[in-house]
Nanobody, 129 residues
């Protein structure tokens, strides 16, 4: 099982980036994928989650209305489209796979890192002011 995150880079405030998370060794149709980020000196925080079917998505309040996650089963890849980026979005972004198949989540429980057991290597997003 591997997750390969890519697409990070340097962008000006108000700009956009699209991150990709390419999965191998398993089929996305069975597992939810989440995006986390970690800024220097801060704890890892959940950014978004997409269900195995792609029908349900969840977002942190800080990114609602600006970020959108989606999946392409044909390419076994999950995306995180980030618009209206702010300097406070600067962080290393990770994608992670749920431990369980077809897990249902409630409230903000989806953002608990312990729910995920496979993590990508991270991609750095830097937003300049």
């Amino acid at each position: 099982v591997q997750l390969q995150a890519s697409g990070g880079g340097l962008v000006q405030s108000g700009g956009s980036l699209r991150l990709s998370c390419a999965a191998s060794g398993f089929a996305l149709g069975y597992y939810a994928i989440a995006w986390f980020r970690q800024a220097p000196g801060k704890e890892r925080e959940g950014v978004a989650r997409i269900s195995s079917s792609g029908d349900s998505t969840y977002y942190a309040d800080s990114v609602k209305g600006r970020f959108t996650t989606s999946l392409d089963n044909g390419k076994n890849t999950v995306y995180l489209q980030m618009n209206s980026l702010k300097p406070e979005d600067t962080a290393v972004y990770y994608c992670a796979r749920d431990r369980l198949t077809f897990r249902r989540v409630y409230g903000s429980s989806w953002s608990t890192p312990e729910l995920y057991n496979y993590w990508g290597q991270g991609t750095l997003v830097t937003v300049s002011s």
